[in-house]
């Protein structure tokens, strides 16, 4: 890695003007945003739906123009260059594959519209093609591939060319969980090899806290949070990330003085959260009812309400308990405990 950043956002805003019937009106689809990504990192741009990820991913590709700000590539500003002029390169979630080109073309293509050499070609489609495991692939076309593994081949035909930054646009949104599971190990694996900056959009939490270097958390065009995974889920900075990475578990007002003795808002995970009191200066607690049980195997997730209002939701692993044992207790009043030292106080 290098210390120049491989994309740097200044005061970036994207405003889409819109006409409805006679009246006009604007969506700030990104709001002002600085941001730096490091050369050679897996960075995550996260965020529900509609939050302006995929526009910000948009924008360094060159597809879409910032409204004012300015995008720099290695320290380059590129707002006057055209898509084909910037060294990056985009992963789409639907492959976008040419249906008549075997695999092996399709991932030749970047270098035949560079007129590469036919032997040249072929050398580097193979080790492509062993980098995404599907050697042996190259005179299949993309019909007769499974959805995994025309994803592999968009990824190869992205790749191909060495790219400074990779774009890729939740690009495993199409595949069922558990090949998106194993795609996501994949993924991570490929550019920890190729060394390549990957900026993956995804509104799959679980997703970018699997893969990502750095996240950054998105809503309503603006970045609520930047940092590694551990940071953002250990330490949400605003009640947004606190709920939209993992389970909130937000308490406020009465309860939380009740608990704190502080009226401020503060989250708690759940699985720091034990069910039955335990003891000492360092722990907190808080009475309530469990109010739902869901057993699922491996753990078991509970619903307790609060003594005073609020729920708060507990993950415990099934160490000893059967499915019989853990639905006896719906309906029981429970007393939680927690370490002090697990609370984090959330902002707005
Ligand atoms: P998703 O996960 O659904 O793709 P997103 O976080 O990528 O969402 P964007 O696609 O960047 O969100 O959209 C951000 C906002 O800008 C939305 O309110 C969207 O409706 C609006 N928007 C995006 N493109 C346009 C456009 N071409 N014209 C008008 N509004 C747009």
């Given at each position: ?6 994309v740097e956002f200044?005061?970036v ?20 945003i600085s941001l730096q990504i ?178 950054a ?6 970045i609520?949070?930047v ?122």
């Amino acid at each position: 890695m290098s210390d120049q950043a491989a994309v740097e956002f200044q005061n970036v805003s994207r405003v889409f003007s819109m006409q409805h019937g006679s009246e006009a009106g604007a969506v700030k689809a990104v709001d002002n945003i600085s941001l730096q990504i490091r050369d050679g990192e897996f960075f995550s741009l996260l965020g529900p739906s509609g939050s302006g990820k995929t526009t910000c991913l948009r924008m360094i590709a060159g597809f879409d123009r910032p409204t004012s700000g300015r995008i720099l590539l290695g320290g380059k500003d590129v707002s006057d260059l055209p898509p084909y002029e910037r060294d990056v390169n985009t992963v789409f979630q639907d492959y976008a594959l040419f249906p008549h080109l075997t695999v092996g073309d399709n991932i030749a293509y970047g270098l035949m519209i560079k007129k590469t050499p036919k032997a040249e070609r072929r050398k580097r489609v193979d080790e492509m093609l062993e980098l995404v495991q599907l050697a042996g692939f190259a005179d299949r076309k993309p019909a007769q591939l499974s959805g995994g593994q025309r994803q592999r081949v968009a990824l190869a035909r992205a790749l191909i060319n060495h790219p400074k930054v990779l774009l890729l646009d939740e690009p495993l949104g199409a595949l069922d969980l558990k090949l998106r599971q194993q795609m996501q190990v994949e993924l991570k694996a490929i550019q920890q090899r190729v060394g390549i900056t990957f900026i993956f959009v995804t509104h799959d939490q679980e997703e970018a806290l699997t893969m990502s270097d750095r996240i950054a958390v998105f809503s309503q065009g603006k970045i609520e949070q930047v940092g590694a995974p551990a940071e953002i889920y250990e330490h949400p900075a605003t009640a947004f990330v606190a709920g939209f990475v993992g389970v909130s578990n937000l308490v406020s007002g009465e309860v939380a003085k009740r608990i704190t003795g502080s009226e401020a808002m503060f989250s708690v995970r759940p699985e720091k959260i034990h069910l039955g009191a335990t003891g000492g200066e360092d722990m907190f607690t808080a009475n309530g009812k469990v109010r739902d049980v869901i057993y699922l195997g491996l753990y078991t997730r509970y619903l307790v309400e609060l003594d005073g209002g609020g729920d708060l939701v507990v993950v415990e692993q099934n160490l000893k308990t059967t499915s019989m044992d853990v639905v006896k207790i719906k309906g029981q009043p429970v007393i939680l405990s927690w370490k002090k030292e697990h609370i984090r106080k959330v902002g707005g």
